[in-house]
């Protein structure tokens, strides 16, 4: 009996706990993407527009790791038995991957131009076998300088 | 071509259904699923160890580990004289009971007024209830009571059933998950709970028991009736689970089918 009162405990905990921090990276993950979106970032091969000459390129990346909580991992687990889309592993995923392109786009402050934007996911699992613990997301991608006037 | 970033309006990567009520649908579902097998499973365990073999019963027994009961019990040198009484009425009621396998009493020290059947034959009775029962008519219902579940096989049914919970689990889950460690706990592989049911037909042959064993049921209400008397709220641990309506009815139950002019019990089964 006591086992289920820790498991309803860790339940509510992780639930209400989670949320919290969770729309909390929300709000900051726009908040800066409204800041940032003018630089210009895609995942084309060449530099969109009329660039002018560069002055250098370099190699950036943004890395970031995001844990689920007890909660959205218990109801990953109950989904996985009838199928269908894992909603609460999407949050998940869609923060991780904002937070790397960002980290990425604020590595390097005064560039003109992002090129060839790469995102790789990958899974850190706990350990007990199959139970994904955690997601990592690197992004990457290319830097370029414009010639300063 | 020209560059012009927009954030989006709201988050199209994100589902919109709200967490709870998603988890709680699952939930649900989840557990109508598993009512249903276990039901449907469950008759499956009925009709199983109905056609079971005695051998098979013994084989299953002699594969529990049984080794931690002994810790409840008082040893048998301390318990002797106590349960001297005990000890007569179970010859009296065991060639009637025709088990397959030796029934062994033990004393509990406890001032609960209980008795357990333990799978493999052994019965345990507490102090508390050897004080409060002194007819034999009373100790030998306790006993034949304890004899029927034993006839019944009603641990069995109560062991199928959970391992079907816990293998179903694991099946779904795979191996040492959170869903599988949580039903783990709520199956109890050594003390079986009765249904009402498996309680109400022990207590029929109970009576059947000691009618072929002393020709009569005197004093087989006995226990109850100390049980009434006491009016002990905390009298409902373990395998009598005796809130007080349910004690009164079996003691009905008891006497109705006790009277000399009711038909013999094992007739009025049907």
Request: include cysteine.
């Amino acid at each position: 009996m006591i086992e289920l009162w820790v498991f309803l405990c860790l339940l509510v905990t992780g639930y209400v706990i989670g949320q919290f921090l969770e729309k909390r990276h929300f709000r900051s993950i726009e908040t800066r993407e409204r800041e940032l979106l003018n630089l210009v970032t895609t995942s084309s091969r060449n530099p969109v527009g009329e660039m002018g000459p560069i002055a250098r390129v370099e190699l950036v990346r943004g890395n970031c790791c995001i844990s689920v909580d007890y909660f959205k991992r218990i109801a990953a687990s109950l989904r996985k038995l009838f199928g269908g889309t894992i909603n609460s592993y999407e949050t998940l995923l869609d923060r991780a991957r904002r937070e790397a392109i960002l980290r990425l786009k604020e590595s390097c402050p005064g560039a003109t131009q992002i090129i060839n934007l790469r995102v790789d996911t990958s899974s850190i699992f706990q350990g007990q076998g199959r139970q994904t613990g955690s997601v990592e997301v690197l992004a990457t991608g290319t830097a370029i300088y414009a010639q300063p006037e | 071509m020209e560059y012009r970033p927009r954030q989006p309006e709201h988050n199209v990567n994100v589902s919109r259904r709200h967490p709870l009520k998603e988890f709680g649908q699952l939930l649900l579902g989840l557990f109508a699923a598993l009512a249903v097998i276990y039901f449907a499973l469950g008759l499956a365990v009925d009709a199983v160890v109905d056609r079971l073999s005695a051998e098979t019963e013994l084989a299953i027994y002699n594969s529990l580990n049984l080794d931690d009961l002994a810790e409840h019990f008082v040893s048998d040198k301390e318990a002797g004289e106590e349960l001297a009484q005990t000890k007569s009425a179970l010859q009296q009621l065991l060639p009637c009971a025709n088990l397959p396998y030796p029934i062994s009493p033990h004393l509990i020290d406890s001032p609960e007024l209980n008795a357990m059947a333990f799978a493999g034959g052994a019965v345990g009775i507490t102090s508390g209830l050897l004080e409060a029962v002194h007819s034999e008519g009373g100790l030998a219902f306790v006993l034949a009571h304890e004899l029927a579940h034993f006839r019944h096989r009603d641990h069995l049914r109560g062991l199928g059933r959970g391992i079907v919970l816990i293998t179903g689990a694991t099946l779904i889950s795979g191996g040492h998950s959170d869903l599988s460690s949580l039903l783990g706990p709520a199956v109890n592989l050594q003390m079986a709970q009765y249904s009402q049911a498996q309680e109400s037909e022990a207590d029929r042959e109970a009576l059947a028991l000691m009618h072929c064993a002393y020709g009569g049921t005197e004093g087989a209400g006995e226990l109850f009736e100390k049980m009434l008397d006491r009016k002990d709220p905390k009298n409902n641990l373990g395998h009598y689970f005796s809130s007080h309506p349910q004690t009164r009815k079996r003691l009905e139950a008891i006497k109705a089918w006790s009277h000399p002019k009711a038909k013999n019990p094992t007739e009025n089964r049907n």
